[in-house]
Every structure is written in C-alpha cells, then in structure tokens.
C-alpha cells in the first residue's frame, strides 16, 4: 500500500512539473501576439435612470453682487485656445523652476467627478460642472484673480458614474457662453449676468445616441454660428444662431455617422473652407453653409476623442486610441469633385498616436503623447516629422511616463499634466525633450481636463477640483 502511495507521489510530481514547464515555455519562450484594450463601460449603463424631461438651464444662483471684474489682458475662449491649436502665442516669459513649494497657487476650488476643462474670458473662468448632491449639470463663473464664484446655470440631469461625468469644454464668443453637457444638452447664457438664452437637447432633435462615458465633444463657435456633430439618425452637423439658437444649416447623414468624443475641425484644405467632423463609422467634411464635400469611411475606430489634426494643405493626421493607432488622410480636389483616402496608417506601436488629447504641430514637428496601448513608448512624450511619418524622430524616455494628461505649449516650452496631478515643463532642443521642472499641483488623480491659459494664469483640473497657478514672473505682473 505504501509503494502504491509512493508511486502515485511521484507520477503526480512529474504531472505538476511538466505542467509547469509548459507554462514556463508558453509565458516566457513563445512569441505572442500584441494584445490591445478595447473600450469597456463600468456597468453603470445598466442601472437604470428615471425617465425625465430635462428643463435646460432652469435653475440660477448668485454668489456676488458684484457686477465689475477687473479687466485682465488675456483669454483662452474655446477648446484649446483661440486659434484652436493648444500653442499659446503671447510673447511672456512664465516662471519655469520651482522650489520645494512649487509654482505659485492663486486659488483652488472643488468640483464635481469629470474631467471638463474651463476656458477664460472677459476676467472670469467658466466651467461646466457635475454639482453631484443636486444631480445637475452647471455652468459655473468664477472671477480670475480671486476664484470667486459669482454665479451658476444649472439644470437636472441625473446619470450614474460612468468614468466620472462631465467631459466638455464651453466656447465663449461675442458675450455668449455655449456649453454641451454629458448628455448632449446645449445650453447658452449671457457670459456676464449668466442670463439664459437658448438651449438645444440633441437627442431629442436629432436622435442621436450618447457615445461611451458620456458626451466629450466640445462646441465651436465660428462667425456667428455653434458648429456641432450631431451624428444624428438624418443629420451630421447643424450650425445654430450663436444669439438665439436658431438652426441655420444642417449637413445630411446618409452614412449614419454617429457621434463620437471627438469637436469638428473648422480648417481650410485644397483652398475651401470646411468643417471636418470624425463621428463614429468615419470622418467626413462640409463647406460653411452645411453641404456635404466628401466622406471617408476605410478608417473608423471604435472609439474617437482627439480632434483631425491638419498638417498640409490637403493632408489631415488622424489618432484613437484603443489600438486604433494613427492614419493620413488625403484629401484631393478634382474638377470640383473632392475625395478622401487613407493613405498610410500604423498601430500605436509602430508611430506616433493618441488616446485623449489632440497632437500638437509646431512647425513641421508632430508632438503627442503615446497612448497605453504603445507597448515601451507607452505614455511618453514623442516628436514626429510630419514628412516622415510614421517615424519618430525623439522620444521623451521611459523614466518618465505622462499617461493620459493634457499639455499645451508656451513659452517655449511643453506644459504636461500627468494623470496623478503632477505639471511638468520639457523643452525640446536639439532632437532631445529637456527636462525644466515638475510639481503635484493638484491633489486628486486622472488629470485629464485640457489646460486654460491666458496672460500668465494657467488652469488645470484633476478629477475632483480645480487650480488656478500664477506662472508670470514678478518683473511681468
């Protein structure tokens, strides 16, 4: 009986350890195939929501009576700047070392769950917020140079977390804030007094559908005119009167596109302008007056945030993440007919790409931050030549990783917030990012709302609050 014991021991340990030689061999030896994450909801979709009517802009508080803020030279109106490029022109020195204390506060403020960035305009920072006892989205006005919060427009929204709320970034023209809420609620107000003036629920006009987390797009304001995507069953893109919110063109959507997290892209390509809309199912393009110009659908990731990035005049450069990757495409003019094709395109292994932010160009230079899926480039800081696509030309290193954060460039230097609240400053000199400064500005984690700049001042968001840093240096205020 022993012996028997004994031996069904010892076939049992060399079961085992076969067993784990084989393991051994298919973990560490065998080749595998690079794997890519694909876009997952946190469940919350499944959780069911009250049906209500949304009265858009129904609620109004006032913080201060004050009615005169003091003027400030500088404005960072819309989703990334003025020109819409993240490239601040304003020739000012800013403070780029730092002590053990880091740049200079100005004041902080708590927000609710998201990722929305502010903008700045006539001395005030608007936000579009998720006030979470209230279930309610808000528009809220504060004052620069104190943080005060003078006024909100709000109104009742409730949705469950799905990576957090809010993700849009307001555009303030002409004295008009416009916002578009999570849940593709348009809503404009006077950008002094807060005053309601129009709103727009796109589901309900349009019957689009709300893409994953929630809508990211963030609105454009041209000449009068809200360009918005609306990737609705009949219409692509609508341009609404600025003042009055009436509908003045609205693009045909034979193709279904869908909406996407991606903003449209007001650009000039082959000589006519245009706005370029990358939706769910493809990208296509309009002239100023809602005709359609062209359609290309052989490129179409699952997921869509970062916004066509020109960089020719007929050439769009082309990012998602979740193993999407990147593609050029061209875009032709022939006897009065456009078409678009795809050109080349790579995985995010292979050249540059992006998962959430919009690529910066500087010149004939590409810069991006690599997304996850970029196997060793994986968060890093890379430049590109756009004529030698898709070959990098400098990478930041791997001691350092960025992960999904915003970052513009100023001064001569790029300004990178990284997802755990950490700003840094690189300079790009000789084919070699340079390393200038780092501080954990913001106390909270996935710093992913795009940063406001203006004369100095830069604001800058993690999840759940938001900072006002003083940058100028003393010999500049």
Same mark, same amino acid.
């Given at each position: ?7 069904? !021991? ?7 350890? *076969? ?5 051994? &061999? ?81 004041? /902080? ?5 998201? &990722?929305?960035?502010?903008?700045? *305009? ?57 916002? +578009? ?22 589901? @309900?006009? &349009?019957?689009? @559908?709300?893409?994953?987390?929630? !809508? ?60 370029? &809309? !990358? ?31 020109? #960089?020719?005049?007929?050439? +769009? ?16 003019? %022939? ?24 690529? +910066? ?33 400098? %990478? ?57 700049? !203006?004369?100095?001042?830069? #604001? +800058? /968001?993690?999840? %759940? ?13």
């Amino acid at each position: 009986m022993i012996e028997r014991i004994f031996d069904i !021991a010892l076939r049992t340990m060399f079961v085992l350890t *076969a067993c784990t030689g084989i393991w051994h &061999y298919v973990s560490f030896v065998t080749p595998r195939a690079v794997g890519y994450a694909v876009p997952v909801r946190d469940g919350s979709e499944f959780r069911v929501v009250k049906k209500m009517t949304t009265k858009i802009g129904e609620t109004f508080k006032s913080f201060s009576s004050a009615t005169e803020i003091k003027p400030f030279d500088g404005e960072w109106p819309c989703f990334r700047g003025a020109r819409r490029d993240n490239l601040v022109q304003e020739d000012r020195p800013l403070t780029k070392s730092w002590g053990a204390e880091g740049p200079k506060v100005m004041w /902080r403020k708590e927000l609710g769950e998201g &990722y929305s960035g502010a903008i700045i *305009a006539q001395g005030r920072v608007y936000v579009l917020d998720y006030l979470e006892k209230e279930d309610s989205d808000a528009l809220r006005c504060f004052e620069l140079l104190t943080g005060n919060e003078l006024w909100q427009r709000s109104y009742k929204n409730p949705i469950r977390r799905n990576h957090g709320k809010s993700r849009t970034i307001p555009a303030c023209s002409d004295n008009v804030v416009v916002t +578009l809420g999570p849940a593709a609620h348009v809503m404009a107000v006077d950008a002094t007094n807060g005053e309601f003036l129009w709103s727009c629920d796109l589901v @309900e006009q &349009y019957g689009c @559908e709300i893409p994953q987390w929630y !809508a990211g797009q963030c609105p454009l304001i041209e000449n009068g005119k809200v360009i918005i995507g609306v990737g609705g069953e009949n219409i692509l893109m609508t341009a609404l009167d600025l003042k009055t919110g009436k509908t003045l063109w609205e693009t045909p959507n034979p193709d279904k596109l869908k909406m996407s997290h991606s903003s449209v892209l007001s650009t000039r390509l082959c000589g006519v302008e245009q706005y370029v &809309y !990358a939706g769910i199912g493809g990208i296509s393009a309009c002239d100023l007056n809602g005709k359609p110009l062209w359609i290309c659908k052989s490129w179409k990731p699952a997921v869509w945030a970062p916004t066509p990035l020109k #960089i020719a005049d007929d050439l +769009l450069f082309l990012t998602a993440g979740y193993g999407a990757g990147s593609a050029l495409l061209r875009v032709r003019l %022939t006897n009065g007919a456009f078409e678009a094709t795809i050109e080349n395109e790579w995985k995010p292994t292979k050249g540059p790409a992006s998962e959430q932010q919009t690529p +910066l160009l500087i010149g004939n230079t590409l810069f991006t931050i690599q997304p996850k899926d970029a196997g060793g480039l994986h968060a890093q800081l890379v430049a590109a030549d756009v004529d030698k696509l898709p070959a990098l030309r400098a %990478t930041s290193g791997k001691e350092v990783r960025f992960g999904l954060g915003p970052y513009l460039h100023a001064d001569g230097a790029f300004w990178i917030m990284d997802d755990d609240g950490v700003l840094h400053v690189y300079q790009f000199k000789d084919d070699t990012f340079q390393k200038l400064a780092s501080h954990k500005v913001v106390p909270g984690v996935d710093s992913w709302g795009p940063i406001a700049y !203006a004369g100095g001042l830069m #604001i +800058l /968001r993690d999840s %759940t609050s938001m900072a006002c840093l003083d940058l100028r240096k003393e010999d500049t205020k």
